[in-house]
T-cell receptor, first 117, second 111 residues
Framework: GAGVSQSPSNKVTEKGKDVELRCDPI?????LYWYRQRLGQGLEFLIY????????KSGLPSDRFSAERTGESVSTLTIQRTQQEDSAVYLC???????????????FGPGTRLTVL | GEDVEQSLFLSVREGDSSVINCTYT??????LYWYKQEPGAGLQLLTY?????DMKQDQRLTVLLNKKDKHLSLRIADTQTGDSAIYFC???????????FGTGTQLKVEL
């Protein structure tokens, strides 16, 4: 596709359940990012993948959060034992990354709105 | 760590100019971006400016950068109702690929 896609667009779950969110980056983009946007707040960085390098996990809020990426394609963000404070929009972005040679613009998907009851 | 701040709300009349302001703290910033988020949608890149520039104009959009004061602004000329959205500034420092976002400014355009 032409842009970053994410699925599902909406997810409602019960407290304590695990959820998986999916991101399909733009083809050819080696870098992939996950952000969280709580209601009325800015974006909070979670994790960043660049090619085959070890991911930058410095933004993950707890060990209940993890993410994987298959090569330079799809990524999944997993939240285990969800809590009500995990309710937010989870945004994925991709960029050319190390191939950018300077300006490395991030392009965002539409997000997944997660509601934990 | 890096801190990026914006005012939360701006209301303007249709046809007027809008000015959205942003301040940041990291003096090693390389690129600064403006993103637009419409209700229920992801972030759309509007424009960016490299840190060695003072101004960039793109149709109705003018970006001003005061590197000494670490102040960034976005001016939208002839603001239309379709410009109603949340506008985020974001800072890309040279040391990594993360963007640090401001809290967003909600722009409301009134008839």
């Amino acid at each position: 596709g032409a842009g970053v896609s994410q699925s599902p667009s909406n997810k409602v779950t019960e407290k304590g359940k695990d959820v998986e969110l999916r991101c399909d980056p733009i083809s050819g983009h080696t870098a992939l990012y996950w952000y969280r946007q709580r209601l009325g707040q800015g974006l909070e960085f979670l994790i960043y993948f660049q090619g085959n390098s070890a991911p930058d996990k410095s933004g993950l809020p707890s060990d209940r959060f993890s993410a994987e990426r298959t090569g330079e394609s799809v990524s999944t963000l997993t939240i285990q034992r969800t809590q009500q404070e995990d309710s937010a929009v989870y945004l994925c972005a991709s960029s050319l990354g190390d191939n950018a040679g300077g300006l490395d613009t991030q392009y965002f998907g539409p997000g997944t709105r997660l509601t934990v009851l | 760590g890096e801190d990026v701040e914006q005012s939360l709300f701006l209301s303007v009349r249709e046809g007027d100019s809008s000015v959205i302001n942003c301040t940041y703290t990291d003096s090693s910033s390389t690129y600064l971006y403006w993103y637009k988020q419409e209700p229920g949608a992801g972030l759309q890149l509007l424009t960016y400016i490299f840190s060695n520039m003072d101004m960039k104009q793109d149709q109705r959009l003018t970006v001003l950068l005061n590197k000494k004061d670490k102040h960034l602004s976005l001016r939208i000329a002839d603001t239309q109702t379709g410009d109603s959205a949340i506008y985020f500034c974001a800072d890309h420092t040279g040391g990594g690929n993360k963007l640090t976002f401001g809290t967003g400014t909600q722009l409301k355009v009134e008839l």
